[in-house]
Structures are given as structure tokens and as C-alpha cells.
């Protein structure tokens, strides 16, 4: 079997070893290099993709392989759809960045403070970070306050000073998660647990009028799938209101994927400012923060808060996404994506409690979490508390089978329109094959 495993990835594994001399870790993200799967390291090499196309990537060896990565979220009309390849080489054909004004920034722009209800005004950035980082920025000129508040397990990429999520229970002094983010930084971070509104409330009784704002996952995508529970996000509105803290709500994971009005149309919550990223662009590297407009006019050169990006509204970038969110606009996707991917779910239950292997699914419309849990996971230190052991095992036996999972337990599985029954089926029965691997173990 090991002759086997070699053969069927000897040129990933060619690939990797070139890719590991020129850059940290062979990659460009760290998780990407499959270090979190035991058993790994050399072992298990990353598979070095070659194309994409609805549903499925190919590696360099000629593997074809399910993607429940989507490169992380962007991808939700899958890989290389015609409409948004038309739109791209339109733009190919006529020169792709100016450092002037362009419409189709407009156009984009339009559209989004059209179908987001809380975004009046908008901006372009190049990353979820940059969003999620120049949204702060604003919170903390708009307050003239310097505290932040996160949640622990979330996510909002990796500017120091949300590079935080150490400590559980209550609230925890920010110390960071990375050498090289002074202290001096990370004590304005303060944390609570996500769906905890007793910490919050907490925190901000003690120091709501030092806080700028709170910012969180609408869904927190970022410790697995872990949807609000009950009435969490309106308390989270009411409680931020009354110490006159902004709420920020990080949607570049869920922003166009849950809904087209994102997160926030579905579960009627308003925040002061959203960041939105990956669907935004399309796949290209794009992302946005939005909100009311008294805020958004403190931007510069409207207002003294000062960001600016060299390849910021990439005409590139803005076709692909244009293109991607009016096919959302004009089509079923979010009925597509909800009943394929609630089949997904059903299936995986159902192979899973087959094999006698206990799990805790969620799932919001096309983002779908799966925990080797005998509980549910409500979260981080629910999250951490699951069998990762046997998430590895799985992992690795569904990528045996032509199924492309994210090599962390930590993900979320994204879906495409392109998921189709087949695709699904074809999942659910390698996932058979997995889960009783995982119950052999
Ligand atoms: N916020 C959230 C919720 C995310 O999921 C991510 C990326 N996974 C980011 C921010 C950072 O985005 P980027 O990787 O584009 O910088």
C-alpha cells in the first residue's frame, strides 16, 4: 500500500521537495502544507494542483479529486465558470490596472450596496486582512477609543493586532499567537468566547467605554462551522449598543455565500461595518469594507482616516467578482447550494453513524462543519475538544479516494453550484469507506 501512495503522488512529491527549498514550509498560506494531518511531515506530501474545473481539481500525478476547499471559500460557482473567464478576458484584452478610476469598480460597488442592507458605502482592498484591519482602523478614528473586541477561535487574518486568540473561559488579556507582535499592541485586544454573551456583557461592563468596537464571525467559519446560536447576534447588536461600541461583523467568509445580503439579511442583524472577502472577487485577490455612511465618509480622502492600495479595485479582480455575484443575483444558486449541500450533510450523518463513528455537523446553507464529536460544539474550547486524531485518518483515506478536504479540522467544507448530486453521492460513498477506517483505527 505504501508502493502505492508514492507512486500515485511521486510528482506532488517532486513539486513540494523544489517548492520547500525557494519558500517557508513549500507554501504561500501555512496551512497548505498538510502539517496539522498526524502522520504527516514527509509522509504525506501536499498535492500540487494543475487545474480546476466545476467541482474537481487535478493534481500534477493525473489525480482528479472532489473540492470541498475551493480555495477557502472564494470558489462558489466552482472552478474556471465560462461567465466569469468571458469577463476576465474582456478586461485582458484591455489592460488591467491603471492606478486611476475605472467604471467597473462602480459597477461592483453598485451592486454590493445594493444587496448588502447595511453597507451604504464601500471600499476595495486586496485581502481579508487588509478588510478586516482598515475596518478597525475606522472603529477606532470613528470612537477616538483604542480597545478591540474578538472572540476566541475566530478568525480576521493575521494584522498584529487580532493575531490574538489565546486563552478560554472569560476574558483573557490579549498576549499574541506569533513572536514578532509586541505586547504593547495585543493589549488592546481583548477576548471572549464566541455565543457567550455573558462575557461580553462582562467585559463590556467593565470597559465598554474603552472599547471601539467588537468584531466577530456573523457564523464563525474559522474554528469549523459554528453557527450563532438562538438570539446571539441580535444581543450582540443591543449589548455593543448601548456602551456605544461599534459592531463590526466579519463576513469575508460568509459575505455572498450564505445569502447575496450576507450574513447579516439572514439572520436580521445589522452591524456598523462589514468586512467581506473571497466570494467578493470571485477568486481573484479582492476584498471589501463597507458600512454606514457617516462612518464609511471618514475614509480618506472623504475623511482623515487614512488607507490607501497600489492594485486596490483591480479591474481584474472587479470583473471576476461582478460577474460572480450577478450569476447570485439572477440565478437559484443559494436553492442549488442548499439542497445540495443539505444532502451532503444528510449523507455524511448517516455513513458516519453506520460505521458507529460519532460526529457533530452544522451547516448554514452551503458552508457545511463536521467534528469528530460526541457533543455539540458551540465554541472554540468545544472545537479543540474534539478527536482530531480521527479527523486525520479520514482526511487522508477520503484523499486517497478522490476527495479533497482541507487538511486541517479546524475548516469549514465549502460547496459549489457545481456540487451536483453525482458529486455528492460519490462523497458520501468514499466517506462510508473513511468512517469505518476511522472506526478500525
Ligand atoms: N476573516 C475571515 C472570517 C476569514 O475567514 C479570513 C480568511 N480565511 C480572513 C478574514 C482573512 O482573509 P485573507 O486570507 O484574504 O487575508
Redesign the pocket.
Not at 485581502?127 to 487588509?130: A, D, F, I, P, Y
Not at 478568525?155 to 493575521?158: S, T
Given at each position: 500500500e505504501e508502493q502505492v501512495k508514492v507512486d500515485r503522488y511521486a510528482k506532488s512529491r517532486d513539486a513540494f521537495a523544489w517548492a520547500k527549498e525557494v519558500m517557508p514550509g513549500g507554501v504561500n498560506s501555512p496551512v497548505r502544507a498538510f502539517k496539522s494531518v498526524a502522520g504527516g511531515g514527509d509522509e504525506i506530501v501536499p498535492v500540487t494542483v494543475k487545474s480546476g474545473k466545476g467541482a474537481m481539481v487535478m493534481d500534477v500525478d493525473g489525480n482528479e479529486y472532489v473540492d470541498y476547499v475551493l480555495s477557502?471559500?472564494p470558489l462558489i460557482l466552482g472552478h474556471a465558470p465560462e461567465v466569469v473567464s468571458a469577463a476576465m478576458s474582456k478586461v485582458m484584452r484591455s489592460g488591467w490596472t491603471f492606478g486611476m478610476p475605472t467604471e467597473v469598480e462602480t459597477q461592483l460597488a453598485q451592486l454590493v450596496t445594493d444587496v448588502v442592507p447595511s453597507v451604504d458605502v464601500v471600499r476595495f482592498v486586496n485581502?481579508?486582512?487588509?478588510a478586516?484591519m482598515s475596518a478597525i482602523r475606522l472603529a477606532r478614528a470613528a470612537t477616538g477609543r483604542a480597545k478591540v473586541i474578538k472572540c476566541t477561535g475566530c478568525?480576521?487574518?493575521?494584522s498584529d493586532s487580532l493575531l490574538v486568540q489565546a486563552g478560554s473561559g472569560a476574558t483573557t488579556l490579549g498576549v499574541p499567537s506569533s513572536p514578532g507582535v509586541p505586547e504593547a499592541i495585543t493589549q488592546n485586544t481583548l477576548l471572549v468566547p464566541f455565543n457567550d454573551l455573558v462575557a461580553l456583557d462582562a467585559v463590556l461592563k467593565e470597559q465598554g467605554d474603552e472599547v471601539a468596537c467588537f468584531v466577530v464571525?456573523p457564523i464563525a467559519?474559522?474554528m469549523g462551522c459554528v453557527p450563532p446560536q438562538d438570539d446571539y447576534l441580535e444581543v450582540v447588536r443591543e449589548l455593543c449598543d448601548r456602551h456605544g461600541v461599534l459592531l463590526i461583523f466579519?463576513e469575508?467568509?460568509t459575505g455572498f455565500r450564505v445569502d447575496l445580503g450576507c450574513a447579516q439579511k439572514l439572520y436580521g442583524v445589522m452591524p456598523d461595518l462589514t468586512?467581506m472577502?473571497?466570494v467578493i472577487g470571485g477568486g481573484l485577490p479582492c476584498?471589501a469594507y463597507g458600512g454606514r455612511e457617516d462612518l464609511m465618509r471618514q475614509v480618506a480622502p472623504d475623511g482623515p482616516m487614512y488607507q490607501a492600495g497600489t492594485l486596490s479595485g483591480n479591474p481584474l479582480a472587479m470583473a471576476a467578482g461582478l460577474a460572480t455575484l450577478e450569476v447570485l443575483r439572477d440565478t437559484d444558486a443559494y436553492g442549488v447550494l442548499e439542497t445540495q449541500t443539505a444532502s451532503l450533510e444528510l449523507g455524511m450523518k448517516q455513513a458516519a453513524s453506520d460505521a458507529g463513528v460519532s460526529v457533530y455537523t452544522t451547516r448554514v446553507g452551503s458552508m457545511f462543519g463536521m467534528f469528530f464529536s460526541d457533543k455539540p460544539v458551540y465554541n472554540y474550547e468545544d472545537a479543540t475538544a474534539c478527536r482530531v486524531d480521527e479527523y486525520a485518518i479520514f482526511f487522508q483515506s477520503m484523499l486517497h479516494q478522490g476527495v479533497m478536504l482541507a487538511p486541517s479540522a479546524y475548516e469549514t467544507w465549502f460547496t459549489s453550484t457545481q456540487h451536483d448530486e453525482s458529486v455528492i453521492n460519490m462523497t458520501i460513498d468514499a466517506a462510508a469507506v473513511a468512517f469505518k477506517k476511522v472506526a478500525g483505527a
Open positions: 477557502y471559500g485581502s481579508g486582512t487588509e478586516v478568525y480576521h487574518g493575521h464571525e467559519g474559522n466579519d469575508v467568509m468586512c472577502g473571497k476584498a
